[in-house]
């Protein structure tokens, strides 16, 4: 069916749904015929702690991990775990920064400051052929009426990169959340806003 | 059929399908989903036990009952059933009998990496690696054929990478679950001496059967070999398998499926055929020693670390030239980013507890569980952490080193389900042998860490049925400490807390103080919803005394005063308990 192959990096922190989200791409893998892998870390990271997920696509895939300047793209969910993580990307991948700001336990101490402007310090330090994007994912959620969708807005705007048919991404999306249909029709209307955002 | 599954879903899918009818476990990343769902499947019998010894137990009593059974574990939760595991391997089962352990190189959430495959050796019985989902479905059920074929336990060994990572699974169908006849057959099951004398020459016998059966037919052993090109010859298994094909895709592999006992013909035939032979494996150099003993030239060790996971980026720097990919960022430019420790939760019970040891400035001897967390600032009340079961241990020898005169500036800190994983019989030697310590219970109704199990103090079993319920206060009394030295506090009362502490080190025998009050993220802890301490900004006198309880709720202003976060509030008083000047007040009271 597809001929997708990408290595995509879901970084965020504990409770922004980023494990949900890695399933999500695995189910639209599988609608796709083709080989994935997503793994995740349980277990210390807590609500809180910063959590990343790997989601390698392809025809076959070996290693659930991603490594430095292999990932095609990274989702940032919060702007910390973009720079967090930053090393994981190629050189002419793609970025996308949700520009929420999650103030870690250090910086509401006092103890470190939080970095100013980083979407530009991303710019200036990425390579020519590197694309980053940023949006207001938590900003788009909470007009749709829950913080909860943040994860579904984030992979419209990666929708917008990969090349699969919108369609297919709404059958994953309804498939994800089958056990809870109520939660669909938000879900829809998140991944729609995130790929317009995200263009 | 195809899904996306777990590891640990795999796992235990391939028991339901291979007609399982009994699985009992202790909780413990990264093997607590086997079991967890295992629990969705109605027709099997499942449960949490109390720990892994008492999981085993049952399981091995399944199977020679003739029902085939399972255990499941993290690893350092097999030191802790090994004692049934060693002699259940002569004994040999009835029914099939699988113990699933997941290891943690790299101790992503654990106290030690210890490699479960010696395990197998020691107690001589097989133990197979899957290296993905389909291969944990696909060998869990072909385990309990295994463990029926040769009358042996089987050992089926994950890791994180593998337990917790998604991949394609093709489902079959499920084997209807029978329990076969029980005869009563002494000579097999009774392990007394002259019993197991002539089991041990039949152990040896099964072992030497099984490499040769490997030998005959790879399938046995379920290894794969792959020749491509010989001037690269690797032998692996499990994940490390998935990170040699990224790495070195060209390589011939012997791939190993089962890694005890070794096909030691199908390895030195692999051997022979290639130029250079390296070993990869993560942790011990357990296949490396084994194959160098065969006579074998290998490389393993001097290349690789006995450190942490292995990725295909380490094992392409050791074995090729080819160059590093490149970043999309001169990482140089970027700002640093603040860290994102682990900290105890917004309204966690244990936290007002551990302020208060902070305060006495007493030794703790802590345990397993979220609340090893009481190490890191603000609390910094944690002396020594080793395994479950053992702050009571460690408390009393406090007191024997000293004649007892540490045990008045020492507790021992323990968990409701660690205490009746193992902290229990503990208590009862300090009471039998007159210590004089005092210990802790924190009583949050859940087993936290793992992910809100149910245990035998919380009033649930696992499909969060009803179930009997232990008292921790008449089993502490049960053991004989003194009715009066049993405490019942709410930790979030810091200041009592502290107080009753206190009062129960002076005291000459072993006291027990029960610190009650449930984890704030299950239904029976959380707040109502919208309810949240409040600030009179009026009454603030900027002191900063709540911030440095450090809550993820509370926030400090610009102007030094505290910003109540409503959204991870819990409204458990911690803080307001901390205020000196009454600027703080629990949501919902008058």
């Known amino acids: 069916m597809g001929n997708l192959e990408a290595s995509i990096v879901l970084a965020g922190v504990g409770g922004q749904g980023t494990l949900i989200a890695g399933k999500l791409l695995g189910i639209l893998a599988l609608k796709l015929g083709l080989d994935v892998k997503v793994s995740e870390v349980h277990g210390m990271s807590q609500r809180g702690g910063s959590v990343i997920t790997y989601v390698k696509i392809g025809e076959e895939v070996h290693s659930p991990i991603i490594e430095d300047g292999t990932a095609d793209y990274i989702l940032a969910f919060e702007q910390v775990e973009s720079v967090r993580w930053a090393s994981l990307l190629k050189d002419g991948g793609v970025m996308i920064i949700n520009n929420q700001q999650i103030e870690s336990l250090p910086v509401l101490m006092g103890q470190v400051e939080y970095p100013k402007n980083i979407a530009e310090s991303m710019r200036k330090a990425a390579s020519k052929e590197t694309k980053i994007v940023d949006l207001d994912a938590f900003d788009i959620a909470m007009e749709i009426g829950t913080s909860k969708v943040v994860n579904i807005v984030m992979l419209g705007a990666l929708s917008n990169y990969l090349g699969v048919d919108e369609n297919i991404w709404k059958e994953a999306i309804e498939e994800a959340f089958a056990a809870k249909p109520k939660t669909i029709p938000g879900n829809i209307k998140a991944f729609e806003k995130g790929r317009e955002a995200g263009a | ?590």
């Open chain 2, 1 to 590: 059929m195809k899904e996306i599954m777990l590891g640990n879903e795999a796992v235990a899918r391939g028991a339901y399908e291979a007609g399982v009818k009994f699985v009992s476990s202790y909780p413990g990343t990264p093997s607590t989903e086997i079991t967890e769902t295992i629990a969705k499947y109605d027709e099997i019998a499942c449960e949490w036990a109390p720990n892994e010894k008492v999981g085993a137990e049952a399981a091995i009593g399944a199977s020679i009952r003739g029902a085939r059974a399972m255990t499941c574990m993290k690893h350092v939760g097999m030191n802790v059933c090994a004692d049934p595991l060693f002699t259940v391997s002569y004994s040999g089962v009835n029914g099939g009998l699988v113990f699933c352990v997941a290891d943690d190189p790299g101790m992503h959430s654990s106290q030690n990496e210890q490699d479960s495959r010696n395990y197998a050796r020691a107690a001589k019985v097989p133990m197979l690696e899957p290296s993905d989902s389909m291969e944990c479905k696909k060998f869990t059920k072909y385990a309990f054929e295994l463990s029926e074929k040769y009358d042996t336990p089987v050992i089926v060994r994950l890791h994180t990478r593998v337990s917790h990572s998604r991949s394609i699974v093709h489902l079959g169908d499920p084997t209807p679950i029978t329990v076969k006849e029980y005869t009563k057959d002494p000579k097999k099951y009774v392990m007394m001496p002259a019993n197991a004398i002539g089991k041990h020459v039949v152990v040896e016998d099964r072992t030497r059967k099984i490499i040769n059966d490997c030998d005959d037919d790879l399938n046995v052993g379920m290894h794969k070999i792959e020749y491509r090109d010989t001037k690269l010859g690797i032998i692996t298994a499990g994940a490390a398998y998935q990170y040699v094909r990224d790495a070195v895709p060209n390589a011939s592999v012997l791939k190993l499926g089962m890694v005890w006992p070794l096909p030691k013909r199908t390895i030195k035939e692999f051997a022979s055929r290639v130029d250079r032979l390296v070993i990869v494996e993560e942790l011990d150099p357990f296949l490396e020693t084994e194959i160098k003993a065969m006579g074998i030239k290998c490389e393993g060790k001097e290349l690789f670390t006995l450190l942490g996971e292995y990725t295909a980026r380490l094992i392409r720097k050791r074995l090729t030239d080819k160059p590093i990919p490149k970043s999309a960022f001169d990482v140089t430019e970027l700002p640093l980013p603040p860290g994102r420790p682990p900290v105890l939760c917004a309204g966690c019970p244990h936290k007002g507890l551990f302020l208060a040891l902070h305060r006495l400035g007493v030794n703790v001897m802590g345990d397993i569980g979220c609340y090893t967390l009481g190490a890191l600032p603000p609390m910094q009340a944690v002396d020594a952490v080793i395994c479950m079961g053992a702050s009571v241990g460690m408390a009393h020898g406090v007191d024997k080193a000293t004649d007892g005169e540490d045990s008045k500036n020492t507790v021992g800190v323990i968990g409701d389900s660690t205490f009746l994983h193992s902290g229990i019989t503990n208590l009862m030697n300090a009471v039998y042998n007159q210590s004089k310590m005092t210990l802790i219970i924190l009583d949050n109704s859940i087993t936290g860490m793992t992910g809100h199990q149910q245990n035998p103090s919380t009033g649930y079993n696992i499909r969060l049925e009803a179930a009997p319920q232990v008292s921790l206060e008449m089993l502490c009394q049960s053991v004989g400490v003194l009715p009066e030295a049993i405490r019942v506090i709410d930790p979030v009362d810091t200041y009592e807390a502290q107080k009753v502490i206190k009062e129960e080190l002076e005291r000459d025998a072993v006291s027990v103080i029960i610190a009650r009050r449930p984890c704030a993220l299950i239904p029976t802890g959380r707040a109502v919803k919208g309810i949240n301490v409040e600030v009179d900004y009026e009454k603030c006198m900027k002191c900063g005394a709540c911030a440095r309880i450090m809550c993820p709720a509370l926030i400090m202003g610009k102007d030094k005063t505290p910003v109540i976060d409503t959204e991870t509030c819990n409204n458990c008083g911690l803080c307001v308990n901390i205020c000196k000047f009454d600027a703080l007040k629990k949501g919902g009271e008058a």
